[in-house]
């Protein structure tokens, strides 16, 4: 099958970003400055943690996004989010481009659209001001933006902390009062308080027990049901990606390998990448196995290898891949791979 380079879908996404980069610098403090005046190879750092990402997510969808730590998927999270720039590319909300969007409406009213696209962070410890009561850390932004009257910021807190299964009682206690689980729950209340479409969940879950883990993607999973929620759900847990999502995108030093139905990925990986992480993945099957971890070590994204960054690892590589980056193209209906092996 021949294949053919990924176009731009032909219905409007909720969320899309095209051809995306984000690369942080480092500039020479003053110690370094005068090394470098006098005479020492002293240069700027620069991150490539972001390249050239191109991600369309449909309403109603939930992608989970996938790879080693590093690989720039929380990156691509904040930048989704709008809590980055964009070094390259643009972000599209709802069709519109925010970059436009940003220019032509005034501060205030471009915080208000936005409100759509909504992140729960991954520490439930970190992620809450602990100085703030919990009705506050709640109720807080809904009544600064206008969309909850101030004498009715109580009762839409209550509704909230219902919904998310804790006892609207508690709203008068701080973070540091509650388990690790509810504080996970006022996390996902606080992003819910100002009616969001979209929601990034930046491994929301891999602090919990994994009892608590299950009670939590099961409330992931009916507050999609009922708020009619799009999920932009990033994982390094390939159990939970398999169990929350339609389509799972695959990364891999700040570029996606793979992308494709959750099925197809877990039933027939084609990119060598995802290919052995689901090899090594835990699995429930009673069988002998010998553990072959994947050869050498992610690179740097200081210095990101020439060509295919996953050549210097990849038992396939030939000539090619060392010199010139695959472009993720349709390799079949279910999914885009980005490999020269695989593309032909």
């Known amino acids: 099958m021949s294949a053919t380079p990924l176009q731009t879908p032909t219905h409007t996404a909720l969320l899309e970003l095209r051809s995306v980069s984000k690369r942080f610098s480092q500039r020479l403090d003053f110690a370094a400055k005068l090394t470098q ?161 979209f929601l990034i969940c930046d491994e929301a879950v891999a602090a919990l027990d994994v009892s608590i883990q299950a009670q939590v993607i099961n409330l992931f999973m009916q507050l999609r049901q009922d708020l009619n929620l799009t999920y932009l759900f990033i994982s390094h847990d390939l159990g939970v990606v398999r169990h929350i999502s339609d389509r799972v995108v695959i990364m891999y030093l700040g570029r996606v390998m793979e992308t494709a139905t959750t099925d197809a990925v877990f039933s027939d990986p084609l990119h060598p990448y995802t290919q052995a992480l689901l090899a090594e993945a835990p699995t429930l099957q009673v069988k002998k196995k010998t553990f072959v971890a994947i050869k050498g070590e992610i690179p740097s994204p200081l210095n990101p290898p020439s060509g295919c960054h996953f050549h210097p690892r990849c038992p396939l590589a030939m000539e090619r891949c060392k010199t010139e980056a695959p472009e993720l193209v349709h390799h079949d209906a279910q999914r885009s791979v980005a490999c020269h092996v695989v593309n032909g």
């Open 37 to 197: 005046w006098l005479g020492a190879s002293v240069q700027n750092h620069t991150v490539h943690a972001v390249d050239k990402v191109s991600l369309s997510i449909q309403a109603g969808e939930v992608v989970g996004l996938v790879g080693e730590s590093g690989c720039g998927k929380s990156t691509l999270g904040r930048m989704a989010a709008g809590l980055h720039t964009l070094t390259e590319g643009d972000r599209f909300f709802n069709g519109e481009n925010a970059r436009a969007l940003q220019a032509r409406l005034s501060a205030a009213d471009y915080r208000r659209h936005m409100l759509g696209i909504q992140m729960i962070f991954q520490d439930p410890y970190a992620s809450l001001n602990p100085r703030l009561r919990v009705k506050d850390i709640i109720g807080e932004a809904p009544v600064a933006h206008g969309l909850t009257p101030a004498d009715e910021q109580e009762d839409r807190v209550a509704e909230l902390m219902t919904q998310v299964g804790l006892d609207p009682q508690f709203m008068r206690r701080f973070a540091h009062q509650f388990s690790g689980g509810q504080r996970a729950r006022i996390g996902i209340a606080r992003a819910l308080a100002v009616n969001p479409r």
